[in-house]
């Protein structure tokens, strides 16, 4: 079954040159010129996957991932976000705070766009085979649902933060090493990106998130990786 795909950009050059790039890799394309008409265009046809660019008049992009990401039925899209502006990591963090699962720099070149989509897709793929909740520590964990509670109270984490939370723990005991968490929770290749730093904000984020208790259960080894304990 193909893939559908919402595509977003007010570029229209991007737009359809985007479009066809990925309708020539057998994925069905919607496109949409801004934030307002792509809200329409996703209760319309459901997609699997929306790319938008950051920066559109009205609804930009970073306000139409929180929408989606907020939206009953909507939540578990993943959503990429693309760039035309070099920003810095705090930025890139601000995006994945607002529920971005991905975020690219423009001019975007295709191949690594795909392989981006690939990998987030098999991500969340991944996730939605594990329907059983996870019950540890006193956290229940839906994969499905992409939620966790601790004592009945909600832990509001970021995408990255779960999908972070899910390696540790259906590996639990494993030491999960760097370039490991940054290939399959980020989609990066560890040949061009092997920055610890991404990983450490992330967990130290998530430890604090979790509470004393259990975020010391999540143990780092120095030059190594992370493990849950």
Not at 31 to 44: F, P, S
Not at 74 to 81: A, E, K, L, M, Y
Not at 129 to 138: D, H, S
Not at 152 to 181: C, H, Q, W
């Amino acid at each position: 079954m193909f893939k559908k795909i919402l595509l977003v950009d007010d570029d229209k050059l991007v737009l359809n040159s985007t479009r066809r790039y990925l309708e020539g890799q057998g994925f069905n394309v919607a496109a949409a010129g801004n934030g307002a008409e792509a809200v329409a265009l996703a209760r319309e046809s459901r997609p699997d996957l929306v790319i938008t660019d950051a920066e559109m008049k009205g609804l930009d992009g970073f306000a139409l991932c929180k929408a989606l990401k907020e939206t009953e039925g909507f939540s578990g899209i993943p959503v990429i976000i693309m760039s035309g502006r070099k920003v810095s990591e705090e930025d890139i963090l601000a995006g994945y705070n607002r529920g971005a699962d991905d975020y690219l720099i423009k001019p975007v070149s295709f191949p690594v766009l795909l392989a981006k989509m690939k990998a987030v897709l098999r991500r969340y793929e991944g996730v939605a085979e594990k329907t059983e909740k996870i019950r540890k520590l006193g956290m229940v964990i839906d994969p499905g649902g992409r939620s966790v509670t601790l004592k009945g109270e909600v832990v509001n984490l970021t995408r990255k933060e779960f999908d972070l939370l899910m390696a540790l723990i259906t590996e639990e005991g494993r030491l999960l090493s760097v370039p490991y968490l940054l290939e399959t929770v980020w989609g990066y290749d560890p040949a061009s990106y092997n920055d610890p730093h991404t990983v450490g904000v992330h967990v130290s984020s998530l430890r604090k998130k979790l509470g004393a208790e259990i975020g010391a259960h999540i143990t780092s080894v120095t030059g190594h990786g992370y493990k849950f304990d």
